[in-house]
């Protein structure tokens, strides 16, 4: 098979390692192993006793228990342990297609998404969230979408990158319109413990026996090194997703799985240090945006720590982010990487002194270099 290109990827392979200052990534700032183990209550001789055996393909009871209370139905045996995220969604995507059958996919999307599904030959109908509405999700644009060939539909709330989502009406809309086709649901949950002014929306694995959850500790809990994830499905496709994985990573680290296991249990320990960082860097990046109407014009974020501005002038945004990479040492991701060249994924998440310096050094970066009616 011949994927089609990865751009965001591709960008952060290049710039990511390269920069200082980090206002395009989609997670919260990254927390390092020890204040980890403040956080969780991981004692270093807990850690000593640990025998480096394999783990099972599920991953262990203890961890899959926690994982299926705090983000599942409380089944464990509806729970299978990832590496990270993105080996769940392909897993979902290879065990579930086939060649011809139709999905639709949330767009703007992550190309992981939907990039698998494209090359198996499937037919993807993109669900658009469109600029003019502020990226609102809006069913009406859904329900034609959706029909008898269906197979899939593939969303993600809060959404990466604009930070829209849905209400809960519509969260309970959107899983009628699925249902009343028979078709799979999958749920990205990435940010799902990311919302601004509103209750995290209920995981459908707990009302719909087709809907599939996938969800990682990257973005909301600042441990993407850890590269550890979950997917939350019906027994059967589990084990069809075993058969792969049997040809691929086979099973997690014992230690991957202690510490991820620890979160699961203690996950709000976590979050009730990350959401007041969060929640302040919101109103500094709204507040950036109010002062410079002239050059940027940005939808509100309701998730999630991303939000995609409208660069004014810069129908490209990809010299502006080039720019900042090499010159100033900035991470900002074109819009370019999720098809609107015109906008930047500008992430929120990090040190609120991080996030202010960024904000200083792009809109210099917007004054100096010349918009397209300038040129």
Known sequence: MEFEPAPLEEWMRRFYFETDIDIGSSGVGDLSLGRLRDLVGVATAELDRLVLRDSTSWGGLALRKAIAARWGDGDPDRVMATHGASEAIYLVLQALLDPGDEVVAVEPV????????????????????????????????????????????????????????????????????????????????????LVHGAPPLPNPVAGYHKAVSVGTLSKAYGLPGLRFGWCVADPGLLERMIVLRDRMTLHLSPLVELLACRVAEHADRILTEVLPRVDANRTVLLDWAARHPGLVDLPVPLGGVTAFPLLRGFPDTEPVCRELATRDRVLLVPGSCFGRPDRVRLGFGGATDELRAGLDLLTAALHRTPTDAER
């Open 110 to 193: 992550y190309h992981a998404l939907v990039s698998p599904a494209r090359t198996m030959g499937c037919v993807v109908r993109p669900w658009p969230l469109r600029a003019e509405r502020g990226f609102a999700p809006d069913l009406a644009d859904l329900e034609p979408l959706v029909g008898a060939r269906t197979k899939l539909v593939v969303v993600n709330f809060p959404h990466n990158p604009t930070g829209a989502t849905l209400t809960a009406v519509q969260r309970d809309r959107l899983i009628d319109l699925v249902a009343g086709v028979d078709a799979h649901l999958m749920w990205d949950n990435a940010f799902g413990d």
